[in-house]
């Protein structure tokens, strides 16, 4: 079994075609909903991303984002920042009201667990330019 093989069948399920946010995201994600309890204040997502596939500059508002990077390799950015190679392992904490993107790499899956509070505001998506840049 390859890597990406691996990574599809990992111990959280890849999820379903991500058709609601799919309007901010460049390529396809998939989206696994594990905790949405309208009685605690953080939703926890698992969420795999096809090689290339990366979601549009957002923020949140009155909340926050931690990334748990369960597989593959990707993508984060902070706005004014260079972006940041991620794998397994790594954590990414995106506090609130800080404009980022994140994704997979061009020929890599790419899964994270994000912990995700407050409301988030999408804006444009990341240029092909900026994306292909990338190494």
């Known amino acids: 079994m390859n890597r990406d ?5 990992s111990i959280f399920p890849l999820g379903d075609k991500n058709e609601a946010y799919a ?38 508002h009155d909340g926050f984002q931690i990334l748990l990077v369960t597989g593959g390799r990707g993508w984060y950015q902070e706005a004014g920042k ?18 980022h993107w994140h994704g997979a790499a061009k020929d890599s899956w790419f899964a994270h667990v994000a912990i995700t509070a407050g409301t988030p505001e999408w804006l444009a998506p990341v240029s092909d330019a900026d994306y292909d840049a990338l190494d």
């Open 5 to 9: 093989e691996q990574l599809k069948n």
């Open 23 to 60: 309007q901010y995201f460049v390529g396809q994600s998939y989206l696994q909903s594990l905790v949405n309890d309208p009685a605690v204040n953080v939703g926890v997502s698992n969420v795999t991303f096809e090689p290339g596939c990366r979601n549009n500059w957002h923020i949140h």
């Open 82 to 99: 260079p972006a940041q190679k991620l794998t397994a392992g790594d954590v990414i904490v995106t506090h609130d009201g800080v404009k």
